[in-house]
């Protein structure tokens, strides 16, 4: 298996314009998670998947995020507008759950630079 | 409020050398506790991770103790090699939540000269 796949690797925008991260988890996998990384912050959760429902979004910092999961292949983070406090590493995980399941596998992360 | 607390925030060893990670967490509800290892631009990798029904888990050179009473669980890296040079973090997730709903620790930055 190629592991969790994010698109872009690097994306630089500038302040007002939307941005969409991509995210293809690995097959059999149920969970899904979306975190952001920042040198303030460090990890954080940002929404849970599962069975491509949203069960936890309470790490979404605003209204101008926005998650979805259309099927249990693909898994998009959006924002709009985007803002420079937006600027972060973005990682997908996925994982099995049955219950507490197994260990969170994540992407290679998506490098966010908003100007 | 942080409930995941993380100590030191960088660490420098010589090859050979013992690399100890602490980490100590608030929420009682916690009962999976792994240790994550991060390369620059790549995305945090599962090293080792515990229950809190046994005190300690070893796997090759990596073994996490874990003290229930105190709230307490550390990383040890013994014989530690240039190749560990990483950044660590210690995380826990929730008693009926997804083992991939995680909160963090903030990070130590582990040098091993050679």
């Known amino acids: 298996d190629a592991g969790v796949i994010q698109s872009p690797r690097h994306e630089v925008t500038e302040m007002g314009q939307e941005v969409t991260l991509r995210c293809k988890p690995i097959s059999g996998h149920n969970s899904l998670f979306w975190y952001r990384q920042t040198m303030m912050r460090g990890l954080e959760l940002l929404i849970y998947?599962?069975?491509?429902?949203?069960?936890?979004d309470s790490g979404m910092p605003e209204d101008r995020f926005s998650a979805k999961m259309p099927n249990a292949s693909f898994s998009t983070l959006k924002i709009q507008p985007s803002e420079p406090r937006d600027s972060a590493v973005y990682f997908c995980?996925?994982?099995?759950?049955?219950?507490?399941?197994?260990?969170?596998?994540f992407g290679q992360g998506t490098r966010l630079t908003v100007v | 409020q942080q409930q995941v607390k993380q100590s030191p925030q960088s660490l420098i060893v010589q090859k050979g050398g013992i690399s100890i990670i602490n980490c100590a967490y608030e929420?009682?509800?916690?009962?999976?506790f792994p240790w994550y290892q991060q390369f620059p631009g790549k995305g945090p990798a599962l090293l080792i991770a515990i229950r809190p029904d046994v005190s300690e888990k070893k796997e090759g050179r990596f073994t996490i103790s874990f003290n229930k009473s105190a709230k307490q669980f550390s990383l040890h890296i013994m014989d530690s090699q240039p190749g560990d040079s990483a950044t660590y973090f210690c995380a826990a997730s929730g008693r009926g939540t997804s083992y991939g709903k995680l909160t963090f620790g903030q990070g130590t930055i582990l040098t091993v000269h050679p």
């Open positions: 995980a996925s994982s099995w759950s049955p219950g507490q399941g197994s260990e969170a596998f």
């Open positions: 929420n009682t509800a916690f009962d999976y």
């Open positions: 998947f599962n069975n491509n429902v949203p069960i936890d």
